[in-house]
């Protein structure tokens, strides 16, 4: 495994790089936008990543509700934190993008507002892991992951119930896209979606390595010099 | 069109830099734990250190 994970890295790092060569070039440039619409290649492929390790969180949470299998435990934990990671960078190129097209930063619309709100959950997630102490902590945590999950689809589907200001989904959403911009997206994605893989992978090994490493430190707590029980 | 893009809008070059540097400071504190974390193992190795 230890072997796997450089070569993925460097295959990462030529997807990541081919993908920014296909938004950058290759698409071409929105007619009324202009180039800004190329925010457009980082903004909507980190939201799916978000949403996709949401759900991925979730799914690791109520098989840790049901079996309190540890390591469904570090997935939930490591899914959160990366999505936030994604989901902030959504909340802040979000704004970036709206300023030169809308003229202004932010408004309370449904799909701002209700990731803005999937983002303050997910926080309080790692919060909650980060500051609670106790055997309970990975249970409350996995039942607030349960609940934080049904924001994803409402998120999502928040601009078909609610008239918003944000645009319509590329995918399912009744428009068309030319066919180099949908292939720039998709390329994007799954160069995110390869990076996020190797980054909850390397985060995973840190945290499994973390309790170990407490649980030796538990142990030797319990020992005297000369290794006998106190 | 690739420097056009990033150096003519100045909003798109902040978004993809904003990007970025937010997933190499994510990554640097997954460095910095694990750099911290091998310390403590080797500590941990060393016969008669209390934890």
């Known amino acids: ?230 | 069109m690739t420097g056009y893009a990033m150096t003519g809008n100045p909003y798109l070059f902040a978004a993809y830099a904003v990007t970025w540097i937010i997933h190499i400071a994510y990554i640097s504190t997954i460095v910095s734990r694990y750099v911290r974390l091998k310390r403590e193992i080797a500590d941990l190795k060393k016969p008669g250190v209390k934890s």
């Open chain 1, 1 to 230: 495994m230890k072997k796997v994970f450089p070569i993925l890295g460097v295959l990462t790092a030529f997807l990541l790089s081919y993908a920014l060569y296909q938004a950058l070039v290759v698409a071409p440039t929105e007619k009324t936008m202009g180039d800004v619409q190329r925010i457009f290649y980082y903004h909507v492929p980190s939201a799916w990543t978000a949403f996709i390790l949401f759900f991925i969180n979730f799914g690791a949470s109520v098989v840790y509700l049901i079996k309190r299998n540890p390591a469904a435990d570090i997935v939930a934990l490591v899914c959160a934190e990366v999505g936030v990671v994604f989901c902030t960078i959504v909340l802040i190129t979000g704004p970036i993008w709206a300023r030169p097209v809308w003229g202004i930063w932010w408004t309370w619309d449904m799909r701002l507002t209700s990731t803005l709100v999937l983002w303050l959950i997910y926080v309080s997630y790692l919060f909650l892991r980060r500051f609670s102490s106790g055997g309970q902590t990975p249970t409350l945590a996995a039942a607030l992951a349960v609940l934080g999950a049904l924001c994803v689809p409402f998120v999502y589907f928040s601009i078909w119930f609610f008239r918003t200001q944000h645009p319509q989904p590329v995918m399912g959403g009744g428009g068309s896209i030319d066919p180099r911009m949908l292939h720039a997206l998709l390329i994007n994605w799954l160069a995110f979606s390869c990076f996020a893989f190797l980054v909850c992978w390397s985060r995973y090994r840190l945290e499994k390595l973390q309790r170990e490493v407490d649980e030796a430190h538990a142990l030797r707590s319990l020992l005297d010099p000369s290794g006998r029980v106190r």
